[in-house]
């Protein structure tokens, strides 16, 4: 069997983990709100018609913050459109996805439901077909307490309290010839600026996030985020990454080569950020959010982006994930992990039924896609600081990455419990990994309180609606104490989470 080594010490902490890491994302796209986490007169509804059912899994998922309402939907949304009487709330013509969008569902809806669902909210401004003008006047309504003329309507809306959303997207992919009111980096780095400065100005506390490229393979990357920063450095906390995983060989070696691009995309990134910061020789570092991230190929054709005839709700983006799905999203979490000194936010995009871990029938029942599992078990065991790993382990070569690591695994310790957490992926098709874990400081009496293990023998199972645990994780007995020190075995194209306890700590 082949050997792998994962060592890490205590006092080695790459940083502490942003628990905003375990965003996610819900667009007025197809059925993600309609049908998704909205859907009046569903049995499981209630009565502001919000899916029960739904509202359950996204707890379950753990995710932490969820951006709305966009994606290229807020390119061309007036949010004034949907606030305030229901119906008296316009139907209006979507560009960004070719649909009708009824309004029914808004910005006070969203926060309702993002308490219902505990989540913290991020919005958008629309810097596509509108800008700063409407951006000061959305927060203005969203968090200013009253006696100005937005904030007074939000209060005539029912809504006394303000919202008090702290993190905000300063518009999305703007370099993308696709958006609706794209722009170049320059006319969006002054926007952005502008934007940014009237936005404080209202609100000090809040979280900004300048968008960067809509992908790294864009004609601009680097030179949009190099122009971009050095017009809102002063004013930006955030840049923005967005990527979608696609397998275009359909061989499993080469499809995981995408999870070290996006760690190549990271860096690269925080590369640019601080050589915008060496310019001005300041010590101010810009974060990352990774604020849409996923796997997204099957459903990418035009087809499955537009229906004829302009449909409310449309059945959009309905991409049906795998097991090999699955393992690529659990690697991509272990690399979000390990960039956790950088990457402070990050949005699985989106949650249900577009491109979503979560999935339901309109009238029907929901279920968990292969991806829920590993983004479930990382939000829930991930906790605190993340260590700096030590991976010996062998690589192979493929046609995109040479020398790319047959294990990956990140390692967090959570301080408050004492608990360590193991994530791992095993990318070898063949060979079950002999996994020597060497936790060093951590007293003398470590325990294994948990193991389990994502696995399936056909890389292409689902889960449905007629099968909704085809693929689920299980516990696994490969995982033990042997003479005091932990030992997994990692069958071939597995993703595993290990969790030690110190029973010393404990039993004191
Ligand atoms: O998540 C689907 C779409 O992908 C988003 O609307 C857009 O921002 C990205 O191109």
Not at 175 to 189: F, H, L, N, R, S
């Amino acid at each position: 069997m082949t050997k792998a080594k994962i060592t890490v010490d205590r006092d080695f902490v790459l940083s502490d983990l942003d628990r905003r890491v375990f965003g996610a994302f819900v667009e007025h796209l197809g059925r993600c709100v309609y049908g998704g986490i909205y859907e009046p007169g569903h049995p499981t509804a209630d009565a502001r018609g919000f899916r029960g059912d739904v509202l359950a899994l996204t707890k379950e998922l753990g995710t932490t913050i969820i951006r709305y309402p966009g994606g290229n939907f807020m390119s061309g949304y007036d949010w004034e459109d949907g606030v305030g009487a229901v119906d008296e709330r316009p139907k209006k013509l979507d560009l960004a996805w070719f649909s009708t969008e009824t309004n029914r569902f808004g910005t006070n809806e969203f926060i309702d439901w993002c308490k219902a669902a505990e989540v913290e909210p991020m919005l958008g401004v629309n810097l596509g077909t509108r800008g700063m003008d409407e951006a000061r006047q959305y927060l203005e309504y969203c968090n200013h307490p009253g006696g100005s003329h937005f904030a007074e309507l939000r209060r005539s809306h029912g809504y006394e309290a303000p919202h008090d959303v702290k993190f905000w997207c300063l518009g999305n992919e703007m370099d993308g010839p696709w958006q609706i009111g794209a722009k170049t980096a320059q006319e969006y780095g002054r926007l952005a600026k502008e934007t940014a400065k009237a936005l404080r100005w209202i609100d000090p506390t809040l979280i900004l996030s300048a968008c960067g490229s809509s992908h790294r393979q864009m004609p601009t990357y680097g030179t949009w985020e190099y122009e971009v920063l050095d017009h809102c450095f002063d004013e930006a906390d955030f840049i923005s990454l967005h990527t979608y995983f696609a397998n275009k060989t359909d061989e499993i070696d080469e499809y995981f080569g995408v999870i070290d691009q996006m760690d190549s995309f990271i860096k690269e990134v925080v590369a640019i950020c601080d050589a915008v910061a060496a310019k001005r020789r300041s010590p101010k570092r810009i974060m990352l959010s990774f604020d849409e991230w996923n796997v997204w190929y099957k459903a990418h054709t035009i087809e499955h982006m537009r229906k004829p005839g302009w449909p409310e709700a449309p059945a959009l983006l309905e991409e049906i994930y795998n097991m090999e799905d699955a393992l690529i999203v659990g690697g991509a979490l272990i690399t979000l992990m390990n960039n956790a000194d950088r990457v402070k936010c990050a949005c699985l995009a989106q949650l249900v039924n577009v491109i979503g871990p979560i999935m339901t029938e309109t009238g029907g029942p929901a279920w968990r896609q292969t991806i829920f599992h590993p983004f479930a078990l990382a939000a829930r065991y991930a906790q605190g600081r993340v260590l700096q790993a030590k991976v010996e382990t062998p690589t192979i070569s493929t046609k995109a990455v040479s020398d790319m690591p047959l294990l990956l695994a990140s390692v967090t310790e959570d301080p408050a419990s004492g608990r360590l957490a193991i994530f791992a992926l095993n990318r070898s098709a063949t060979e079950s990994l002999d996994v020597t874990l060497d936790p060093r400081g951590f007293g003398s009496r470590l325990e294994v309180v948990e193991a389990l293990e994502l696995h399936h023998p056909n890389l292409k199972a689902i889960n449905s609606k007629a099968a909704p645990d085809t693929v689920t994780p299980t516990a696994t007995a490969d995982v033990r104490m042997s003479d005091g020190q932990p030992q997994a075995i990692l069958k071939p194209l597995s993703w595993t989470v290990i969790v030690l306890e110190d029973a010393e700590a404990r039993d004191r």
